[in-house]
């Protein structure tokens, strides 16, 4: 079973930052891609940013400058730094793994449960 452990969430004014902190665990045994994505209650869940095995990443528009995520040699972990945060960035940060058993396996992708970003003064 795989288990993603989000934190780092919270209360923060407008222009601040925020670091969000992805703990990844359980039986996989390659990462194909680690991502974040988040929602509000008005909207679907959105992509937010990814990074891929080959280190490659990709980052939606209303993150391009503001958002950097990263991960650690072991892979367990997958970050995402926010700047320059703005109240309509306030949603559940949700992180995402597509990654399989072994390398031989079919890809699935696992969620956590999300954290709690709010921006407001």
């Known amino acids: 079973q795989v288990q993603l452990v989000e934190s780092g969430g919270g209360l923060v004014r407008p222009g601040g930052s925020l670091r969000l902190s992805c703990a990844i665990s359980?039986?996989?045994?390659?990462?194909?891609?680690m991502g974040w994505y988040r929602q509000t209650p008005e909207k679907q869940r959105e992509f937010v940013a990814s990074l891929y095995g080959s280190g490659g990443t990709n980052y939606a528009d209303l993150a391009k400058g503001r958002f950097t995520i990263s991960t650690n040699n072991a892979k367990n972990t997958v970050e995402l730094q926010m700047s320059s945060l703005k109240p309509e960035d306030t949603a559940v940060y949700y992180c995402?793994?597509?990654?399989?058993?072994?390398?031989?396996?079919?890809?699935?992708?696992?969620w956590g449960r999300g954290t709690q970003v709010t921006v407001s003064s």
């Open positions: 359980g039986n996989i045994g390659s990462i194909d891609t």
């Open positions: 995402n793994v597509i990654g399989r058993r072994t390398v031989f396996a079919a890809a699935s992708a696992y």
